[in-house]
């Protein structure tokens, strides 16, 4: 099914894209037009960096908790996807981009995700990096040596 409709998909939004520039062009004129599509990829490159930085923070802070990444890896990603479909010129995968950058959209996403999938933790003994102790070990010349493998 995925086959037929990705095609189709593929071949009718640039023709809506089309249809709604001539619209939108004829309801407000040609140079207010362009300006939205201007306006709309410098916006989609604001919202990249402060949600995409903010995804990234929260991203580290599961990983030094412990915690399984799989919802903030989500979130980078639809918030990547977002900025790629403001970027790409045309009002409807405008309006899906910012839609896509909305939390409660994404989390409907991910409650839609997650319900079909079934996540098994591999690690047996999940815990955080010591914060207390150094994990460097230092030695001295004759504590070590190089072995060739033939």
């Known amino acids: 099914m995925l086959r037929i ?13 089309i249809a709604c520039f001539i619209m939108v062009g004829r309801s407000i004129g040609l140079w207010p037009t362009l300006s939205l599509v201007i306006l709309s990829a410098i916006l989609g ?3 990249v960096r402060i ?3 903010g995804a990234l923070m929260r991203l580290r802070q599961s ?4 915690k399984p990444p799989g919802r903030e890896i989500l979130d980078a990603a639809m ?12 009002f409807l995968t405008d309006i899906l981009g910012l839609f896509l950058f909305l939390p409660p959209v994404r989390q409907w996403v991910w409650n839609r995700l997650i ?5 098994v933790d591999i690690n047996t003994n999940p815990r955080p990096w010591p914060k ?6 230092e030695l001295d010349a004759d504590e070590y040596r190089r072995e060739r493998k033939d």
């Not at 918030?79 to 403001?86: E, P, S």
């Not at 319900?115 to 996540?119: G, K």
């Open 115 to 119: 319900s079909n999938f079934v996540v």
């Open 132 to 137: 207390d102790k150094d994990r460097t070990i």
């Open 51 to 53: 949600q995409g930085f």
């Open 5 to 17: 409709i990705l095609p189709i998909l593929f071949l009718l939004l640039p023709l809506a894209e």
């Open 45 to 47: 490159v604001f919202l």
């Open 63 to 66: 990983g030094r908790e412990g």
């Open 79 to 90: 918030i990547v996807v977002a900025g790629f479909l403001l970027l790409v010129p045309g």
